[in-house]
Each structure stands twice: as C-alpha cells, then as structure tokens.
C-alpha cells in the first residue's frame, strides 16, 4: 500500500525553502515534509534558506529542485484566485 507525503506548511519572512541539513539533497518551497526526510529520513533537520542562498552554495541538482519547487508552487491555483469553469454546450 503505498502512502502519501505530509507536510507542514512553513512561512518565514525571506526563508521559502527548506533545505535538509542531513542530506543536502532535498529543498522544498513553503512546506518541510513529516514525519522526516523523505531521501534519508532526518527528523528536524532543516533550516531556512532564500533561493539566492541555494544558488550560492547548492548543487546544480539541489538548485533544480529549488527551482522546480517554486514553479509547481506557483502553477497551482489557491482556492480564492480560481475562476469557476464555465462549458458550453
């Protein structure tokens, strides 16, 4: 039976992403996974970063993900900006 990812959304001032500490192969946009990291299972191990941050230091890999996250983020419509549909018959 396979099981879905949880997530606690976070919000800090400039920090959008999540950067696992133990792996530093995992980034998320807004939100850390629980109950742990989803590549090697660390548990309270992330810290805050700006995207300009991850391109600093990160890996071109861990800078995709970045990137990746933001843009799935942004493309998914939040319940107040959706427009109903309307179909013609």
Same mark, same amino acid.
């Given at each position: 039976m396979a099981s879905t990812q949880s997530f606690w959304p976070v919000y800090h001032c400039d920090d959008d992403f999540w950067v696992c500490m133990s792996c530093l192969g995992e980034v998320f946009y807004q939100k850390v996974p629980m109950p742990d990291c989803p590549s090697c299972h660390g548990v309270? +191990?992330? $810290? &805050?970063? +700006? %995207?300009?941050?991850?391109?600093?230091? &990160? +890996? $071109? $890999? %861990?800078?995709?993900?970045?990137v990746a996250a933001q843009q799935a983020a942004a493309a998914q419509p939040t319940v107040e900006s959706a427009a109903p549909v309307e179909t013609t018959d």
């Open positions: 309270s +191990t992330y $810290e &805050g970063f +700006t %995207l300009d941050a991850v391109r600093d230091w &990160g +890996t $071109e $890999e %861990l800078i995709a993900k970045a």
